[in-house]
């Protein structure tokens, strides 16, 4: 398994008692229904890796990488207040851990997303926590973190 | 009688309730005839994933918008709040609704 989806199942771990959601998924591509909302979706944003020939004291070359994993909620509300409360719950549930990872060194906040769409029968709206999460490897060995 | 008045008359048969297709929306103690459109949409909102929606429109008489409390409609035992008119200038509005 590589290390990104460890993490990611880290992550989850960390977040999946976050109140008022009634649907809890890693990377749902599938339609959210009404009776999914409110839901919270891991989404995988992005990675940048950057190579350390010489590694650590008497260890092979690594990657030091930063995974961006993002943290939707969906719901239909007019109630914008509840956006709020699902990023300081999220902000919360994840910051708390913030050193205690096995499987990364640090987390740390990057940015705070809100959308609103009007179009259907109700208000949609959305709030993204995205947060940068800082791991090492060994290179080309990327299912193991080397913290 | 003018175009304006053949089409006020045509107007009366489309938002015929007893035996047409239109059908009696409520507002305060008013009852409006209208058409209610509720069809089915995909929205784009998350990153991944679609969120199933739908596009309520009811559309009416323009000589009916008077009739309309509060902005509220009540159709099919459900409470909407009209957040927009689009009337076409020909004697009809459409509303555009959110569940309430």
């Given at each position: 398994m590589h290390n990104r989806e460890k993490i990611?199942?880290?992550?989850?771990?960390?977040?999946?008692?976050?109140?008022?959601?009634?649907?809890?998924?890693?990377?749902?591509?599938?339609?959210?229904?009404?009776?999914?909302?409110?839901?919270q979706n891991i989404i995988y944003r992005s990675e940048n890796a950057t190579y350390d020939e010489y590694g650590a004291m008497g260890q092979p070359a690594a990657n030091y990488r930063t995974l961006q994993v993002g943290i939707e909620f969906i719901e239909k509300n007019t109630d914008y207040s509840r956006l709020d409360d699902f990023c300081e719950d999220i902000e919360q549930a994840i910051l708390a851990n913030s050193m205690q990872g096995t499987n990364y060194i640090s987390i740390e906040i990057d940015s705070t997303e809100y959308e609103f769409n009007a179009v259907g029968d109700s208000v949609l709206q959305k709030a993204v926590v995205t947060f940068n999460v800082n791991y090492r490897v060994a290179d080309g060995v990327p299912q193991t973190a080397i913290n | 009688m003018t175009l304006r008045d053949t089409i006020s008359d045509d107007l009366m048969t489309f938002y015929d309730t007893s035996s047409g297709f239109a059908e009696v929306a409520t507002s305060g103690s008013n009852e409006i005839a209208g058409h209610f459109f509720n069809d089915f949409e995909s929205n784009d909102l998350s990153d991944y994933a679609e969120v199933d929606d739908s596009d309520p429109l009811f559309r009416i008489r323009e000589s009916d918008l008077t009739n309309i409390v509060n902005n509220e409609l009540t159709i099919r035992s459900v409470n909407y709040e009209v957040i927009q008119q689009q009337p076409n200038n020909e004697g009809e509005v459409i509303l555009k609704l959110h569940e309430a």
């Amino acid at each position: 398994m590589h290390n990104r989806e460890k993490i990611i199942n880290e992550i989850a771990a960390m977040i999946n008692a976050t109140p008022n959601v009634t649907t809890f998924a890693i990377q749902q591509t599938r339609p959210f229904s009404d009776a999914q909302l409110p839901a919270q979706n891991i989404i995988y944003r992005s990675e940048n890796a950057t190579y350390d020939e010489y590694g650590a004291m008497g260890q092979p070359a690594a990657n030091y990488r930063t995974l961006q994993v993002g943290i939707e909620f969906i719901e239909k509300n007019t109630d914008y207040s509840r956006l709020d409360d699902f990023c300081e719950d999220i902000e919360q549930a994840i910051l708390a851990n913030s050193m205690q990872g096995t499987n990364y060194i640090s987390i740390e906040i990057d940015s705070t997303e809100y959308e609103f769409n009007a179009v259907g029968d109700s208000v949609l709206q959305k709030a993204v926590v995205t947060f940068n999460v800082n791991y090492r490897v060994a290179d080309g060995v990327p299912q193991t973190a080397i913290n | 009688m003018t175009l304006r008045d053949t089409i006020s008359d045509d107007l009366m048969t489309f938002y015929d309730t007893s035996s047409g297709f239109a059908e009696v929306a409520t507002s305060g103690s008013n009852e409006i005839a209208g058409h209610f459109f509720n069809d089915f949409e995909s929205n784009d909102l998350s990153d991944y994933a679609e969120v199933d929606d739908s596009d309520p429109l009811f559309r009416i008489r323009e000589s009916d918008l008077t009739n309309i409390v509060n902005n509220e409609l009540t159709i099919r035992s459900v409470n909407y709040e009209v957040i927009q008119q689009q009337p076409n200038n020909e004697g009809e509005v459409i509303l555009k609704l959110h569940e309430a």
